[in-house]
């Protein structure tokens, strides 16, 4: 690994200062640009395409969350934030953000946080590979990705003979494996699908159909043009009129069957 191109964004000039002389010793850090404000920061952003940035918080015109959002996903750094204010942190955390730094900023701290971004980075680089090469062999066999990667993950190997026992769920910067045995259900939102399971819903984004193909079709059923259940899990059915039926899992949360999947409901009933 290189090392990470990186982007100062504060108002303040010493604070600024301050921190470049600090990054200056690490070999870690290079130093690409220095930015005043927030527009400066996404200018910056886009003419350098940065792998780290520290940014303060409360800024003229466009706060530092305001940057983050801002940012387009293909090209967004990594973020720490250096702020005065400890209110932020919450904040902070929830935009994915790796780290927060508060000022004065402490020496450990900031080498914390710096070895934080590179492991990061090293996530990135991995991931990043490995879905270009999900990718060209999709693109070669007319599989989807999630397919590929699904199966290289349950076994290490490309066979076909079987459904894959996990799920790989990324969520920001971490990835969930997910037991396939420990959904409950799975109900589209628009572009995404929310995999819900022991009270917990974890989002990906994939379509039904994609899903569909790597879920086995003898436990997962569609009972909705919206809504995948395992059928496994399903502890009551009950009639609610006009041909369809709710479902009641062992969890507690119910689901519409829809005429047009009445049969799940036959199926089961047998």
Known sequence: ???LRTVIVDDEPLARRGL????????DIELVAECSNGYEALHAVAEHRPDLMFLDIQMPGLSGFDVVR???GDTIPLVIFVT???QYALDAFEVHAIDYLLKPIDEERLSEAVSRALEQQTFRFERGHKQQLLDLVANLTGESALEIDQRLLDDGSARTDHWPAKLTIKDGQEVHILPVEDIDWVDAAGDYMCI????LTHIMRVTMKELERVLNPAIFKRVHRSTIVNVGRVKKIRGAGNGEHLLTLQCGAELKVSRTYRQVVVD???
Do not use: T, V, W, Y
Request: aromatic residues 4%; charged residues 25%; glycine residues 4%.
């Open 70 to 72: 801002k940012m387009q």
């Open 20 to 27: 470049k002389l600090r990054l200056q010793n690490s070999d």
């Open 1 to 3: 690994m290189s090392a």
């Open 268 to 270: 089961l009933c047998e």
């Open 196 to 199: 819900h399971s022991d009270s």
């Open 84 to 86: 005065a204010f400890g």
